[in-house]
């Protein structure tokens, strides 16, 4: 019996049986009210008739959906149309009298005709017209959504405890379900990082929202204390050369620091930088240089390892280029980190976060490295945490016993792997896949030819652009099926430096 059955079933023996009894007299008082609520529901039926008429154009149809506001129409040199909206959203979903704010989306338009994917990047809401993977494979319509507290999307004055997982998918449930009434083709979902696991979320709460899900290196961090498997990555990932190498100029920052320091204060200083939150400009050069290994496997590839200074004969400036290169010299300062406030909230209070073994560094450490690379440290003191201990386990085990049509792709590099999702006897059409030394930016173009021709096939299948998985594959295997990289493609390819 699959999940959707049973959950189909459970839900109808659920239903309470309503007796038809008399009906309650509308009190005299409240018939004004009433009356009011009537002309308000003669327009809000006017709006859902444009946006439900297939005739209507586009625009005109986004428009009319209630709580929506197209704020701007930009151009395309493909033939889509793009447009940036607001939606008005609950701050708590579960408690809708507590107010509302406006979220950032954007809905590039393909056609009727195709099936829609449902962007979740995790982070801020990219403004330039592009393509994730999934919408290029399809030739689908794509809807972006900016995961909730990241500004704009932020309520005003922003109540912290209501920046969470949970509230967060039932903003795209209301998005995907208003949406539905334009786009009535499969929906796919998807999101790489920090937005791979935000679709995976969604799922879990929503599992039958969208036909199918493709969430690209998302880290299943369901044990906080446990830094093993981050250790482990870190002595085996690349070749030992590389590993020696990258460890001597991470170890020659540090041994430098008096030098190198200064000049990094001077940068951030002339930058208008300042260290509130972190602490102290000490404190943020230590964090940077102790990310710098995560950071190069992160975004880098083995060939890179060529370009990793010597440690031994480079100079200040050839070592301090390359810190730049891999870390951003402002990137832990108030300003920097500002941007991330809402990813490092939800860090401390549900996702956590990951460490690793330092201990080739401890005799030049200023700072418990434990406390330093806690994402505790990078919120602002006046916002208050508490971590839920029980919000991914709980992801996991619905993952390993519910989930259904979801592809997982990581890179065999990249350091946000070494905890990955599993698959468990509950998962069903489900699949996870490995990039060979792929790092962050790794995708379904980048496994090996047969293992992307299959998860391409799964795509289409779930998109409902084939009856059955022998076409699907045939499908796949069309050289038409991924288009030539163009203006959308292109920007949808570029890999944004996000802390996850």
């Known amino acids: 019996m699959s999940t959707r059955f049973r959950r189909l079933l459970v839900s109808a023996l659920l239903i309470p049986l309503l007796t038809a009894g008399g009906g309650l007299a509308t009190p005299a008082f409240a018939r004004t009210a009433d009356s009011a609520q009537a002309a308000d529901s003669a327009q809000s039926a006017q709006a859902r008739d444009v946006a439900a008429d297939p005739t209507a154009d586009i625009k005109d149809r986004l428009a009319a959906i ?15 149309r793009y447009f940036l909206l607001t939606y008005t959203q609950p701050i708590d979903h579960f408690r809708p009298w507590l107010g509302t704010f406006q979220q950032r989306i954007s809905v590039l338009h393909r056609g009727y005709d195709r099936p829609t994917v449902f962007y979740t990047n995790g982070y801020t809401l990219g403004t330039t017209p592009s393509r994730t993977e999934p919408t290029r494979l399809v030739d689908g319509n794509q809807v972006s959504i900016e995961y909730r507290f990241f500004t704009p999307s932020r309520p005003d004055p922003a109540d912290w405890s209501k920046a969470g997982i949970r509230q967060a998918a039932a903003d795209s449930h209301r998005i995907v379900t208003a949406l539905k009434e334009i786009y009535q083709r499969e929906w796919l979902s998807t999101g790489a990082s920090k937005g ?36 482990e990555f870190f002595r085996n990932v690349g070749t030992p050369e ?8 991470q170890r020659e920052l540090l041994v430098r620091r008096d030098r190198l320091e200064p000049r990094y204060e001077t940068d951030n200083k002339a930058a208008g930088s300042t260290f509130n939150v972190i602490g102290s400009a000490d404190r943020a050069y230590e964090g940077s240089v ?15 390892c ?38 490092y909230y939800q860090a401390a209070t549900e996702l956590g976060a990951p460490y690793f073994d330092v201990s080739y560094l401890k005799d030049l450490l200023h700072y418990d490295y434990k406390e330093l690379y806690s994402p505790r440290a990078y919120v602002p003191k006046e916002i208050p945490t508490t971590f839920n201990p029980r919000a991914m386990p709980d992801i996991d085990r619905w993952v390993k016993r519910s989930a259904e049509r979801i592809i997982f792709v990581y890179g065999g590099n990249d350091p946000w792997g070494a905890k ?18 792929g790092n962050h930016g790794s995708n379904i173009g980048k496994l090996p030819a047969d293992e992307s021709a299959e998860a391409t096939a799964k795509v289409l299948e779930w998109a409902g652009l084939a009856a059955d998985q022998d076409t699907a594959r045939s499908l796949a295997k069309s050289q038409q099926q991924i288009p030539p990289f163009g203006p959308l493609d292109e920007e949808g390819q570029k890999l944004e430096r996000h802390p996850l």
């Open 66 to 80: 209630p709580g929506m506001t197209i704020t701007e129409e930009k151009s395309t040199t493909t033939g889509h």
């Open 196 to 231: 791979g696991m935000s679709s995976t979320y969604y799922r879990r709460f929503y599992p039958d929202d969208v036909a199918g899900t493709i969430a690209y290196v998302a880290p299943n961090n369901t044990d906080v204390s446990d830094d093993t498997p981050y250790s």
């Open 242 to 249: 590389c590993r020696a190498a990258l460890n001597a100029v």
């Open 290 to 304: 102790l990310d710098v290994v995560w950071g190069f496997w992160q975004y880098s590839m083995a060939a890179d």
């Open 306 to 343: 060529a370009k990793v200074p010597v440690a031994a004969t480079a100079t200040d400036d050839e070592l301090y280029k390359w810190f730049d290169a891999q870390e951003g010299v402002t990137g832990s300062s108030d300003q920097g980190l500002a941007k991330y406030t809402a990813y």
């Open 420 to 437: 990955p999702f599993e698959l468990g006897r509950g998962s069903e059409d489900c699949y996870v896949y490995t990039v060979p030394g």
